[in-house]
Nanobody, 122 residues
Framework: VQLQASGGGLVQAGGSLRLSCAAV???????MGWFRQAPGKEREFVAA????????FYADSVKGRFTISRDDAKITAYLQMNSLKPEDTAVYYC?????????????????WGQGTLVTVSS
């Protein structure tokens, strides 16, 4: 199973980007999520979505600005990011897990994408 993330780039503060994460290969996962890692910092949870019932989960820092969604037919998850801030600058990673429990922990996810860089200029 491979996860292919795309959609990162350079954007001005207040702008928007949409990230995509496509799963390639046969896989079963009950959750997909997005994490990010800024230089010198630990990887942190951003958002996640349950494949069972579509429940969504967000970090407080992105609530109201980011929206996670999925397309089951394409086995793809999306992260719509609006009102971007310079502190959102990071490498964004998508992840999938077969037995996601908390949704917030990196340990819930077995499969990781390669990361896509998001840079927000002030």
């Amino acid at each position: 199973v491979q996860l292919q993330a795309s959609g990162g780039g350079l954007v001005q503060a207040g702008g928007s980007l949409r990230l995509s994460c496509a799963a390639v290969g046969r896989t079963f996962s009950n959750g997909m999520g997005w994490f990010r890692q800024a230089p010198g910092k630990e990887r942190e949870f951003v958002a996640a979505i349950s494949r069972r019932d579509g429940s969504t989960f967000y970090a407080d820092s992105v609530k109201g600005r980011f929206t996670i969604s999925r397309d089951d037919a394409k086995i793809t998850a999306y992260l719509q990011m609006n009102s971007l801030k310079p502190e959102d600058t990071a490498v964004y990673y998508c992840a999938a897990g077969r037995y996601v429990n908390t949704y917030y922990s990196v340990h819930d996810y077995e499969y990781w994408g390669q990361g896509t860089l998001v840079t927000v200029s002030s």
